[in-house]
């Protein structure tokens, strides 16, 4: 999708949302890269830097958007139609 904002999905290898939302992702056909905090310090600072605390998926969309917890209507309302 060249028109995609970057995408970037701070998760835990345990997290079952994570999962989730990755394969739904995926599925979609989006493009992101998968970071796991528990794996990189950086990554985690970050995590927090966006919501707060670290709080597992989190979406770091574009330069200056967050989504918190998997939610699959703003994801695509953010991302757009995946290309067919």
């Not at 995590?47 to 597992?56: D, I, N, P, R």
Request: net charge negative; aromatic share 8%; charged share 35%.
């Amino acid at each position: 999708m060249a028109d995609q904002p970057r995408v970037v999905v701070y998760c835990r290898s345990w997290c079952g949302e994570c999962h989730a939302a990755i394969r739904w992702l995926g599925d979609m056909g989006y493009e992101f890269e998968v970071i796991d905090v528990d794996e990189d310090d950086t990554a985690r600072a970050r995590c927090v830097e966006l919501a707060g605390k670290v709080v597992t998926p989190t979406f770091e969309i574009g330069e200056d958007t967050c989504i918190v917890n998997f939610d699959p209507r703003k994801l695509r309302d953010l991302l757009g139609k995946p290309e067919e």
